[in-house]
């Protein structure tokens, strides 16, 4: 009822404004629907007290008084209206503790609670996942993150680690650090991995399977915590051998190259040498296959044939008498008498 | 009504005291916490003591009453907290000195005890940690370096957390965890030692992959020769004889450039007239 006497007013705040201005007391109490409260009551008392012949002024002052009022529950009602309601985004919940308990979480969408003193309202990201980079570097003079493998051997390893919550209120409650130590354990996690494989392992082959033992090593110890987070995976971005002694597995590389070349040269060769055996027994069988029908002829035939080539080609003299020895120019000499001709 | 119409500062006041005492009787106590009450410094209860079975929500935390004036609290934490113990040389049976780092993660179960042997969490931290550095030396100084590298790993850890725990319980600590974040040969003459044996292994492989490389290469060379000679043998072996002249054809052929290659040198041919080729020469008949 009283509410209804406020509304047709035409709300509180064009009540209080008009009444400074217009001032008619004799028309306000009716409509209010019913006399001053206690609370002005008290403060008119007190006015008429303390400004004494001031009785005019207490009207407008009553007035006053009243807008102040109602100012103020309109600023209490905002605030109620602030802080009951919560907008929880998709990847959000909205843990709720009333006095400090847990009583509850709210899913995505409007929400509400007791207002701010009473209910306060976190809200937490649930589905961004958070990622933990543990870079080559974090031990500072050397600018690499140095760990030992399983056979003393010692490797710079750089990774990243990928966490969402899964459970609010063990994130909130569980753990005092909860983001350090999910980097703690899971750089506990992994050193442990990597102390349980050689270098070469770590290098190549076994890294998937590393990613997997740490995240699920990680998994379990964050559990047993009861910390809240799920560790999505976990990602090696570089597993090199450290800077002192990479150039000796630069040395390796190119030492596998070389045998490669080697091997590649000498099968070059051995194809050479084979097809070139191929080539010329197959050769020498055709021609054997000829010879064998016309052993003597064939022979000759040859022989004349490369005789008439090979002397063709070639400055010949003969040696007629028998025990004359002739006179052989040198081919140099013989060329030079020629020259002065040209 | 009367009374108040008359006296209202008086009441005021009143009220105020009334609120007052309302609000220092009332605690809020949130999840993360828990409250010790001491009446005249004398520990009454807990609230919101930690229990492991606890949900969130029914633990007592939230308000709490307590008598103003009379009882005070001491917070406590709730949660589980850590201490990370700074790295130490720790040096192991075979004489290798190794740098570890750890952590401990503990919780206060039992607020009276924390609070009448340490006061406050972070002086439990401060308590544990040299346990944690003596148990880790003790643990390691009776094994072998290369424990740490293996499954084995996780017994050590299991002892120190064992005789870590015993210690913590004094401080009404429950630990819930140890565990050896790194173990690191120190820098310096250790860890170079280690690269220089790094480098050297790989010297060694990279010379014996290369000599492998060699190995394989001069068997393949031998094979192709052993098959060509087995082909040439299998070939001309039918007629040595003929081979022989085929082949001097085919040598004179290649000596003289008459086989389209250029010889290194031009020839002058003195031939005898007993040659063979100049039999028919002389008109002889043969």
Redesign the interface.
């Known amino acids: 009822m009283i509410a209804g006497a406020v509304l047709s007013e035409d709300g509180p705040w064009g009540g209080g404004s008009d009444g400074g201005e217009g001032g008619k007391t004799p028309w306000r109490a009716p409509a209010g629907g019913a006399g001053p409260s206690?609370l002005d009551?008290?403060i008119q008392?007190?006015r008429e007290r303390l400004g004494g012949g001031n009785g005019g002024g207490g009207a407008p002052g009553l007035h006053i008084g009243g807008a102040w009022r109602w100012g103020i529950l309109a600023l209490l009602l905002l605030w109620v209206a602030l802080t009951s309601a919560h907008t929880i985004g998709p990847q959000q919940r909205g843990v709720i503790?009333?006095?400090?308990?847990?009583?509850?979480t709210l899913q995505p969408g409007l929400g509400l609670s007791f207002p701010a003193p009473i209910d306060i309202v976190s809200k937490i990201d649930v589905d961004n996942i958070h990622v933990i980079d543990i870079d080559t570097g974090v031990d500072g003079?050397?600018g690499q993150n140095?760990?030992?493998?399983?056979d003393?051997?010692?490797i710079d390893l750089a990774y990243s680690v990928r966490w969402n919550i899964r459970d609010p209120?063990l994130y909130?409650?569980?753990?005092?650090?909860p983001d350090?130590?999910i980097k703690?354990?899971a750089?506990?996690a992994m050193?442990?991995a990597i102390?349980?494989v050689t270098?070469d392992q770590a290098i190549g082959a076994q890294r998937g399977q590393i990613e997997q033992q740490v995240a699920q090593r990680a998994q379990e110890?964050l559990d047993?915590?009861?910390a809240g987070v799920v560790i999505q995976g976990v990602a090696i971005k570089q597993a090199d051998?450290?800077s002192?002694?990479v150039?000796?597995?630069k040395?390796?590389s190119?030492?596998?190259q070389?045998?490669?070349?080697?091997?590649n040269?000498?099968?070059a060769?051995?194809?050479q040498?084979?097809a070139?055996?191929?080539g010329?027994?197959?050769a020498?069988?055709a021609?054997?296959a000829q010879?064998k029908l016309a052993?003597e002829v064939t022979?000759r035939r040859?022989?004349y044939?490369?005789?008439e080539?090979?002397?063709?080609?070639?400055?010949?003299?003969?040696?007629?008498p028998?025990n004359v020895v002739p006179y052989?120019a040198p081919?140099a000499a013989v060329a030079k008498p020629q020259e002065p001709a040209k | 009504m009367s009374a108040l119409r008359r006296y209202p500062v008086i009441w005021a006041g009143a009220a105020l005291l009334v609120l007052a005492v309302v609000l220092s009787s009332l605690t809020i106590v949130p999840e993360t916490r828990q409250a010790l009450v001491l009446r005249f410094g004398e520990p009454i209860r807990i609230i919101n003591a930690y229990d492991r079975r606890e949900e969130f929500g029914r633990t007592g935390a939230g308000l709490a009453l307590k008598m103003p004036f009379v009882e005070n609290l001491v917070w406590v934490d709730k949660r589980v907290l850590d201490f990370d113990m700074p790295r130490q040389a720790v040096l192991s049976t075979d004489q290798v000195r190794v740098e570890v780092d750890a952590f401990a993660r503990y919780r206060i179960v039992n607020p009276v005890r924390m609070y009448v042997s340490a006061g406050s969490e972070r002086r439990v931290s401060d308590a544990l940690k040299p346990i944690l550095g003596s148990a880790l030396r003790n643990e390691l100084g009776k094994r072998p370096f290369r424990i740490l590298l293996s499954p084995e790993r996780d017994v050590v850890m299991n002892n120190i957390r064992t005789s870590l725990a015993r210690v913590a319980a004094q401080y009404g600590a429950e630990i819930v965890d140890v565990r050896i974040k790194r173990a690191d040969l120190p820098d310096g003459t250790p860890l170079e030692s280690a690269f220089n044996r790094m480098r050297t292994a790989r010297q060694q492989q990279a010379l014996s992959i290369q000599a492998e490389g060699q190995r394989q290469a001069s068997i393949i060379r031998g094979d192709a020769d052993a098959v060509a000679a087995n082909t040439y043998a299998a070939s001309f072996g039918k007629d040595p004889a003929f081979y022989d002249f085929y082949r001097a054809m085919q040598s004179y052929r290649y000596t003289f450039g008459t086989d389209d290659t250029q010889p290194r040198g031009s020839a002058t041919i003195l031939l005898s007239p007993d040659n063979d080729y100049l039999r028919e020469f002389a008109g002889k008949k043969p």
């Open positions: 206690a009551a008290l008392r007190g503790t009333r006095f400090g308990k847990y009583v509850g003079a050397t140095l760990m030992l493998t399983g003393e051997n010692i209120e909130m409650f569980e753990l005092q650090d350090g130590t703690e354990v750089e506990s050193r442990e102390a349980r270098l110890t047993s915590y009861h051998p450290p002192e002694v150039d000796a597995f040395e390796v190119a030492a596998q070389n045998a490669q070349s080697y091997l040269q000498a099968r060769y051995a194809t040498v084979k070139k055996a191929q010329e027994s197959t020498f069988d021609v054997y010879y052993p022979r040859m022989y044939d490369t005789m080539r090979v002397l063709a080609k070639s400055d010949k003299t003969i040696v007629e028998r052989l081919p």
